[in-house]
């Protein structure tokens, strides 16, 4: 690993010039400047960011925080931000909050002390008092919140659409799983899912749902015992989606015949069911996009002409749902 020391040495000039060129402090001749970074290239030397940002109380670092990476959808999320950043000169820390306050506050407290420039969080502490007092700016990726910039899919349309699609291919008693009630983002699809399934004649229950599979497969189970007479489920994500579909082949339901199931997300596993998941996209990898491009923004004092960006959903056909009949 080549150090600063390499570079001074290469350079022919102490390592404080070195620094002082990295930096950009105190007064450096422009030939010496040339050696310096004529070596730099030459040896492909990459600077300590940690080192850089407790001399200079700065850094080229964001903090990203996400709520459960085993979830494949937060790390289509953090593609989007990390390449969005790269291209900025931008590199992360990522933390993995596994949906636990105690652990999301120990994550905050690493970003303050490698001097993160700012912080995306996907987590669902958004209407806590935790970011209050940051004086980071922070950015709210696939949460609303009132008190910082953020950006999120359109759940109300997300869940109006999930019901349309099911009532429009014949199911007529429907199970919806609620996801978590701290989740205005899960809450929004909800509401929007209710709505059209009170305008529609059709049967539902509702189920509360976390977003994990574990807990998913647990409700399953329940879920065909309680309600055996099911012919649709609107699923809160993915992955209770593919829990459902599990359980559901293994008691011997035909799949849509019997029952129709569409979840949320469409997540790469989606796809790679059999049958394949019907399910209602967020632009996942975009979203990521768009957070690091708000943060950049606050950041460097830049003018918001949106500080709420709301995205657009899409229903995905595949084989978990009928096909539609076309009259005529």
């Known amino acids: 690993m080549v150090t600063i020391r390499d570079v001074a040495q290469k350079a022919g000039v102490s390592v404080a010039t070195v620094s002082r060129v990295l930096n950009n402090k105190g007064y450096t001749h422009e030939d010496t400047r040339k050696l310096v970074n004529d070596a730099i290239k030459e040896l492909d030397y990459k600077p300590n960011e940690v080192a850089r940002s407790l ?33 900025q000169g931008i590199h992360l820390i990522i933390g993995n909050a596994d949906e636990k306050p ?39 990726l696939d949460r609303t919140t009132n008190s910082h910039p ?3 899919s359109d759940g109300l349309e997300g869940g109006k ?17 609620r996801g978590p009630i701290e989740l205005r983002t899960a809450q929004d699809r909800f509401k929007g899912a209710v709505d059209e399934l009170c305008d529609a004649n059709v049967d539902f229950h509702v189920i509360p749902s976390s977003f994990s599979f574990q807990d998913a497969e647990k409700m399953a189970k329940t879920l065909f015992e309680k309600f055996p007479e099911t012919d649709g489920i609107i699923a809160s994500n993915d992955l209770s989606a ?4 599990h359980e559901a082949l293994r008691i011997g339901k035909s799949i849509p015949a019997d029952l129709q199931i569409i979840g949320y997300d469409d ?11 019907s399910t209602i996209r967020q632009p996942a990898y975009d979203m990521g996009r768009e957070a690091a491009k708000l943060l950049m923004k606050t950041i460097n004092n830049e003018p918001l002409v949106q500080k709420n960006i709301q995205m657009p ?7 978990t749902t009928r096909k539609v009949e076309k009259n005529g």
Do not use: C, W
């Not at 109380?57 to 950043?85: T, W, Y």
């Not at 593919?242 to 579909?245: G, M, S």
């Open 313 to 319: 959903v899409t229903f995905v056909e595949r084989q």
């Open 55 to 87: 001399f200079k109380k700065k850094s080229r670092l964001i903090g990203l925080l996400l709520p459960d990476i085993r979830n494949p959808f937060f790390p289509e999320l953090a593609r989007g931000v990390e390449d969005e950043m790269q291209a």
């Open 242 to 245: 593919a829990a459902i579909l």
């Open 161 to 177: 659409k999930a019901a349309h699609e099911m009532i429009r291919r014949g199911s007529k008693r429907i199970v919806l799983l």
């Open 267 to 277: 997540i790469p596993l989606s796809k790679l069911l059999f049958p394949s998941l």
């Open 102 to 140: 105690e652990k999301e506050i120990e994550y905050i407290q690493t970003f303050k002390q490698n001097n993160v420039i700012g912080i995306i969080s996907a987590t669902n502490q958004a209407e806590t008092k935790l970011y209050e007092n940051l004086s980071i700016p922070v950015v709210f």
């Open 150 to 152: 953020s950006v999120f």
